[in-house]
């Protein structure tokens, strides 16, 4: 009896050594098995911070949306198939699209008119801007209506803004009559500003004091697309033909290097209004 006892013994001692093994093993394995998803579980980490403090101008009322999920981060970092961008596009990003394109073809229709001076091409590019805005109203509403954030909206907003709210509004101050060097460099400062302030949003969002809800309480600077009323000003002027030449306020200093508009001020006070971090506007 002493003698099997003593052999059973010994066996369920070298079970129990292979079960530690076994464990250890495992345990030495679970860092190597995982070190590929700490990309994404770092990712996912910064959106949950982004996403509790995404904020627009067009969502002064809304709860913040949930950050993507993990399989959606991993459909970005990972597919490799052709037009894998495409397939993982969600449908609030093709309206944030939309809100390019229309920015674009204001542009493009600036552009004709410098081609043939009929004034019906500035004030298509003047409807395409607000047709922008209403995109870049609609996209945050089908986000809402669908509850999914996703991974690259806030920048594609960002890049969209940029073209419809600062390149188009100064496209069509120039063609208004706004040509002179001091002019255009003013114009360019609005646009510059713009981006900046974007990049800004974008990098500063989640340290902006937060509500209860994880929205943020103010806006640092105004948005850019408050840079329309600009382009409203300037939609009325089109109207009343008081444009090129005419333009009110005139011309200061012509003939000489500084010649410019006083009327093209108004987008480098702009600039100065959108990048300021002294303004902070309450959201409701």
Request: aromatic share 10%; proline share 5%.
């Amino acid at each position: 009896m002493s003698l099997r006892a003593s052999m059973k013994n010994s066996k369920d001692m070298s079970s129990n050594s292979y079960d530690s093994n076994a464990l250890s093993d495992t345990e030495s394995e679970i860092p190597v098995s995982t070190a590929a998803d700490d990309g994404v579980s770092h990712v996912n980490h910064q959106l949950k911070r982004r996403s509790s403090s995404m904020s627009s101008m067009f969502s002064l009322h809304e709860e913040p949306l949930p950050p993507p999920e993990e399989h959606e981060i991993r459909a970005f970092t990972n597919d490799n198939r052709h037009l894998s961008f495409v397939r993982n596009l969600h449908m609030a990003d093709c309206i944030t699209m939309l809100n390019g394109f229309s920015g674009f073809y204001s542009i493009i229709s600036c552009l004709r008119f410098t081609l043939t001076s009929q004034p019906h091409y500035l004030q298509r590019a003047i409807f395409f801007t607000f047709l922008g805005l209403f995109f870049d109203f609609f996209d945050g509403k089908v986000a809402r209506l669908r509850n999914k954030s996703s991974l690259i909206g806030q920048e594609l907003d960002s890049l969209a803004d940029l073209i419809s709210f600062g390149v188009a509004p100064s496209a069509i101050a120039f063609c208004s009559g706004m040509q002179t060097t001091a002019d255009v460099l003013n114009l360019v400062f609005m646009v510059l500003c713009g981006l900046g302030r974007l990049a800004r949003f974008n990098v500063t969002v989640a340290n902006i004091p937060k509500d209860q809800t994880g929205k943020s309480k103010y806006f640092e600077g105004l948005p850019i697309p408050t840079s329309l009323w600009l382009v409203l000003m300037l939609s009325y002027f089109i109207k009343s033909d008081r444009i090129g030449e005419n333009l009110p306020l005139g011309l200061l200093w012509e003939g000489t290097p500084y010649e410019w508009h006083p009327l093209s001020g108004l987008y480098l006070l702009q600039g100065c209004f959108m990048i300021s971090k002294s303004i902070h506007i309450k959201k409701p």
